[in-house]
Nanobody, 122 residues
């Protein structure tokens, strides 16, 4: 089992940047694929980005491709989401997710963090 704690959310103006972090507990972090999802007010939670256990494979939602970058540091048990060129429509609660299976982490991951708020003003 893995526990996830997000940090780094906040308020930023359109065009700005934020970096989210997700710290994972447990000694098996490197065996999990990791992902980020987001949920805007009144909308469903949707996939944002994912990274394989070794970091060699990444996958992004079309809405963030070219602006967001997911990365991980297995020595620190941490996954990151660098968000650049932020838009008001990026406003949401961002959730970290983990699953041993990459195909599951982009759809229905087993483990979730509690979320961190990102607000982008125009």
């Amino acid at each position: 089992q893995v526990q996830l704690v997000e940090s780094g959310g906040g308020s930023v103006q359109a065009g700005g940047s934020l970096r989210l972090s997700c710290a994972a507990s447990g000694r098996t972090f490197s065996s999990y694929a990791m992902g980020w999802f987001r949920q805007a007010p009144g909308k469903e939670r949707v996939f944002v980005a994912a990274i394989s256990w070794g970091g060699g494979r990444t996958y992004y939602a079309d809405s963030v491709k070219g602006r967001f970058t997911i990365s991980r540091d297995n020595a620190k048990n941490t996954v990151y989401l660098q968000m650049n060129s932020l838009k008001p429509e990026d406003t949401a609660v961002y959730y970290c997710a983990a699953d041993p299976n990459f195909s599951m982490v982009v759809s229905i991951p087993n483990y979730w963090g509690q979320g961190t708020q990102v607000t982008v003003s125009s």
